[in-house]
């Protein structure tokens, strides 16, 4: 299958600072990428949709100014958590589709796992 | 989008198939049925998705009834590996579909 990588796996951070979470696609040029959070023992929540160079499309309820979203190439989507606090703490995962890939699919990255101190 | 109604959980016996229900009898008719399964904290794996007919790929084989209104996922080997939360999404596709992922179905392969 596709394969979309996430940087960093794992990041710690303090109250207050902005984190930068990368997702890449590998192998095929994603042109729509996808952001999820998933809190313990839920299920994944979208937070928004970008589509290469264009702004990003944010679900009811989350905050664009707080988590900027650039898709700058057809291989790179870039999740912004801008102040995190420690009510963002969660596991944040990316999903990306596009040309070559069919139409009907997302592959998922591994996720990155944010915990704010 | 159609919602879809799953089992909690599901156990199945290492090497015997496991089989994963799926109600979704609101589906429309441009409506695929998606499968992505979740092991524990990694991101979702892509299974499988169909439209009318039966599928099958390397990982699984999904039936779709005739009416369209369930699907049965099928693990045909169940290995150890394969215990995760399996996610059955009905969406409509399309250059920008957004899946909704619901509670799904806990598979937990036993020895």
């Known amino acids: 299958g596709a394969v979309v990588s996430q940087h960093p796996s794992r990041v710690i951070c303090k109250s207050g600072t902005s984190v930068k979470i990368e997702c890449r696609s590998l192998d095929f040029q994603a042109t729509t990428m996808f952001w999820y959070r998933q809190f313990p023992k839920q299920s994944l929540m979208l937070m928004a949709t970008s589509n290469e160079g264009s702004k990003a499309t944010y679900e009811q309820g989350v905050e664009k100014d707080k988590f900027l979203i650039n898709h700058a190439s057809l291989t790179l989507s870039t999740l912004t958590v801008t102040s995190a606090h420690p009510e963002d703490s969660s596991f944040y995962i990316c999903?990306?589709?596009?040309?070559?890939?069919?139409?009907?699919?997302?592959?998922f990255g591994p996720g990155t796992r944010l915990t704010v101190l | 989008d159609a919602k879809t109604t799953q089992p909690t959980s599901m156990d199945c016996a290492e090497g015997r198939a496991a089989n994963l229900p799926c109600n979704h009898s609101?589906?429309?008719?441009?409506?695929?049925v998606y499968w992505y399964r979740q092991i524990h904290s990694q991101g979702p794996q892509y299974i499988i998705h169909g439209l009318k007919n039966n599928e099958t790929n390397e990982m699984a084989s999904l039936i779709i009834t005739e009416d369209r209104k369930s699907s049965t996922l099928i693990l045909p080997h169940a290995t150890l590996r394969d215990t995760a939360v399996y996610y059955c999404i009905v969406n409509s596709g399309g250059s920008n579909y957004k899946l909704t992922f619901g509670k799904g179905t806990l598979l937990t392969v036993n020895p």
């Open positions: 609101t589906i429309s008719g441009n409506e695929y």
């Open positions: 999903s990306a589709r596009g040309s070559g890939r069919g139409p009907d699919t997302q592959y």
